[in-house]
Every structure is written in structure tokens, then in C-alpha cells.
């Protein structure tokens, strides 16, 4: 599901998959178009901070995403064990605890707040030559396979 770049409408989004699909494990993936070849794990959301206007003019009252909300919220992936025992030719992957304050890291708070945790956030590279969609499809396949097994789904 492609979420809008706006912080309500991504988050009733979210509330949505969480009230209706009730998933094991939510996969969020953002672009960050600063790291040209770099996937990053993102560890933990935070609630406070979104000041940046989204793509419809407006930021989150309250600058936060969920009043009386922990200030942030860990993923129940380790994504650091991720990082360490996983690789992808062609391509670094990184540890983070840091997915920026906009829609991105909003999106995940929710996320994990909705989700109790079971909610986890990739940021990836723009396509490129070097970065094919492809690729990056085989790459993420790669990583959600390595998510699902910390969640104890034995592969098939």
C-alpha cells in the first residue's frame, strides 16, 4: 500500500492496516534520497519534533504524533542483530535510531505505537542505474525474510 506524504492521511492509513488486517508485522519503506546507495534499518520512532510541513501545507498539532504518547518506541525487530548478520551484494546497509522528524518517522511511530511494536521501517536509496527496481526488490526480500524469522515464521 503506498501511503500519501501527509501525516493524517498516513496515519488514518496505518490505523487502517492495523484495525482491519491485524498483520504479524508491518514493513514500512520511505525513500531517502540523500543516501545513493544505503539502506537503512531504523530501530525506534519518536513522537515529538515534526515541525516540517507535509506535502498538503501542515504538520502534526501539537508537533507530536500521539498526545500522552512514550517518547519513543523501539521495533520489536532487532535491527541491529539485522545489520550485523545480514548483507547484500551491491549495497550497505546501516544501523539507525534516528528515521528524521517527517512523514517517514511519523508514519513508524504510529506504527509502532498501533502495532505494539511489530512494526518495522526501511529507508532506501532512489533508483538508479546502479540501484535497479529489481534489485532493490531482491534486497528488501532478503531483509524481510531476515525480519520474519526473528518473528519466529519459519521459512517456506
Known amino acids: 500500500m503506498q501511503l500519501p ?3 493524517q492521511k498516513a496515519k488514518e492509513q496505518v490505523i487502517k492496516i492495523w484495525t482491519t488486517l ?13 543516501t545513493p546507495a544505503l539502506i537503512l534499518l531504523e530501530q525506534c520512532g519518536k513522537n ?3 515541525q516540517e510541513r507535509d506535502a498538503c501545507g501542515f504538520h502534526p498539532e501539537g508537533a507530536c504524533c500521539v498526545r500522552d504518547g512514550p517518547e519513543k ?8 542483530t539485522l545489520w550485523k548478520n545480514i548483507s547484500v551484494e551491491g ?3 546501516m544501523f539507525s535510531r534516528d528515521a528524521g522528524r517527517y512523514v517517514c518517522d511519523y ?7 498501533y502495532g505494539n511494536g511489530r512494526a518495522a521501517f526501511i529507508h532506501v536509496p532512489p ?3 546502479s ?3 529489481d534489485f532493490l526488490g531482491e534486497a528488501l526480500h532478503t531483509i524481510i525474510l531476515a525480519m520474519l524469522e526473528q518473528c519466529g515464521v519459519v521459512r517456506e
Open 73 to 80: 518506541i523501539e521495533s520489536a525487530i532487532n535491527m541491529k
Open 22 to 34: 491485524q498483520p504479524l508485522l508491518t514493513v514500512h519503506v520511505g525513500l531517502a534520497s540523500s
Open 127 to 129: 533508483l538508479s542505474k
Open 5 to 7: 506524504v501527509a501525516y
Open 91 to 93: 549495497i550497505d546497509i
Open 131 to 133: 540501484v535497479t527496481a
Open 48 to 50: 515529538k519534533g515534526y
Open 107 to 113: 508514519t513508524y511511530y504510529t506504527s509502532l505505537y
